[in-house]
DNA sequence: CGAATGGTTGATTGTGATCAATTCCCGTGG
DNA sequence: CCACGGGAATTGATCACAATCAACCATTCG
């Protein structure tokens, strides 16, 4: 029973807000809160969301209590798409979000749909494949190193944020958040980046953590 | 520098064997003996490929000598379709193989191949996920214990063969080959399963497995 | 200002990696 | 058919790294 299950849901006080417009069917654009759930595991898969701004976890709970993510998803990316009828995986919003709602496309009636779909199919797996390769192996600095480095994919843009909880990268990593923070630590000590907060850092030796990961 | 290292290709003898008409553009029919290889990660991905009859892994192989096995592929899989113009994963024979060559679609032209092909990529993606959620978190046992029962997809079919070797089997789960073997006799010494050799074992005990990976 | 949440740090334990021998298969050739 | 050889698998001893348990800081928010 770890810490994970602190991660309780908020959905008491209404904090969805409802479609910032009188005809939904129109103009499906939805409002999450931080921690708020937009579709959980199991439900009926009846939508799929375009992230247009914040940041999005899928994840799972298990029986044991512990929560594993599977991915972040980024503004721009499609997520809810399902070979079946249900949700494989829960998504929650990380900070406050504003998504797109689409319907599904029937595919035997707009096989054009489809050409769309397999795109965002596609990327979707490579990104499965990515996090399979960061947990696969390797100690907990080669994971670390890796998440920091695809997480902030344009370059040059130096300081970053990083928008989840220790928490979160824990359960998306395999590892615990004690040993988040001192892998952190760790490399703060070893010059390869800087703190400003907790949740702000700066890179400073790119090819020293691009070395690590292998 | 681990044991995955001594996987050497064993492509100097001819293993390969021409496809098995005069006319390979009709029946593009393919033989591949264990461990050799069908592409390569960073090759350019001119074809798909369906498993007729046999086991292929699709793994990468890292700077420091060690292999990651992404996914395992049985008959019926198609595999080898990229959202880019290289190949991501290299595929490899575990045995003896027949696989059917397939033009990739061209879905600018062919919308309907889309829908197809759409049908690969969600399996394929569920498959990534299965693998990343099995390699998260848990222990030696509950990984292993879920790789088995993944593995035995029909039930009542209690006797199973492990078509892999340990080295194979540690690769995907991201163990080593020892926790591998001492995992399994773990289980044998609870009773769960019987080794009738290494390679042949039956499950006994399929609600306690099951019960183990949560 | 105080409570609560999130994050860091320290001490200890446990699990799996590593290093190192054997043993077991299984195919091969005498 | 049996002996042999070599890769695969098991087993043992030790070590290292991350989990766990437990305080302790720092920020934010009411």
Redesign the interface.
Request: glycine share 14%.
């Given at each position: 029973m770890s810490a994970s299950m602190m991660q309780e849901r908020k959905s008491g006080p209404a904090l969805a807000r409802p479609p910032q417009t009188a005809r939904p069917e129109v103009q499906p654009v939805l409002s999450f809160a931080p921690d708020e759930t937009i579709f959980r595991e199991g439900g009926e898969a009846r939508w799929m969301y375009k992230l247009v701004d914040g940041l999005v976890r899928g994840c799972?709970f298990?029986?044991?209590g512990?929560r594993?993510i599977?991915v972040f998803h980024k503004p721009g990316d499609v997520f809810g798409?399902?070979?079946g009828l249900e949700y494989?995986?829960s998504a929650e919003a990380v900070t406050a979000c504003t998504v797109l709602r689409l319907a599904r496309p029937d595919?035997?009636r707009d096989?054009?749909a489809?050409?769309r779909?397999?795109?965002y199919?596609?990327?979707?797996?490579?990104a499965?494949?990515a996090?399979?390769?960061l947990?696969?192996?390797g100690s907990a600095g080669q994971r670390l190193a890796g998440f920091l480095l695809d997480l902030q994919a344009e370059p040059r843009q130096e300081l970053m944020e990083l928008p989840m909880t220790r928490q979160d990268i824990a359960d998306y990593l395999?590892l615990t958040i004690e040993t988040i923070s001192r892998t952190l630590g760790q490399f703060v000590r070893q010059g390869m980046l800087h703190l400003v907060t907790a949740r702000k850092l700066r890179i400073l030796d790119r090819e020293g953590l691009a070395a690590l990961c292998?």
């Open positions: 799972r298990h029986a044991d512990r594993q599977e798409f399902e070979p494989g995986l595919l035997a096989p054009h489809a050409v779909l397999c795109g199919a596609m990327r979707a797996l490579a499965a494949q996090h399979a390769r947990l696969g192996r395999g292998g």
